[in-house]
Nanobody, 127 residues
């Protein structure tokens, strides 16, 4: 059974950095698309960053210049480096993956584009 496991969340202060990791079991990263989403209390889950199989990267406007998505195929892992964190970044962060390579942010940013999801890791940024 495919399983995605996120880690690296925590409680930090405004301006701090965190690095989230997502490791897959029974699934090989490499082809397809991978992404990070987040869900703040009382809000819908929202796209944060995506990396299609061709190596391009996509970001939500709210995190551009502060967050960096990357992957390590050899370690079957996906990462999200988050710098200059703000209180509005507080949310549960989820990794997701699909067998399909999405070449546009329009498709890469939709929840429905992804088949497999992790359980989430909480990020809390205090002011």
């Amino acid at each position: 059974q495919v399983q995605l496991t996120e880690s690296g969340g925590g409680l930090v202060q405004t301006g701090d950095s965190l690095r989230l990791s997502c490791t897959a079991s029974h699934l090989t990263f490499g082809g397809g698309s991978m992404a990070w989403f987040r869900q703040a209390p009382g809000k819908e889950r929202a796209f944060v960053a995506g990396i299609p199989g061709n190596g391009d990267t996509y970001y939500a406007d709210s995190v551009k210049g502060r967050f960096t998505i990357s992957r390590d195929i050899a370690k079957n892992s996906l990462f999200l480096q988050m710098n200059s964190l703000k209180p509005e970044d507080t949310a549960a962060y989820y990794c997701a993956t699909s067998h399909v390579t999405y070449y546009s942010i329009l498709l890469a940013s939709k929840e429905q584009s992804y088949l497999y999801w992790g359980q989430g890791t909480q990020v809390t940024v205090s002011s």
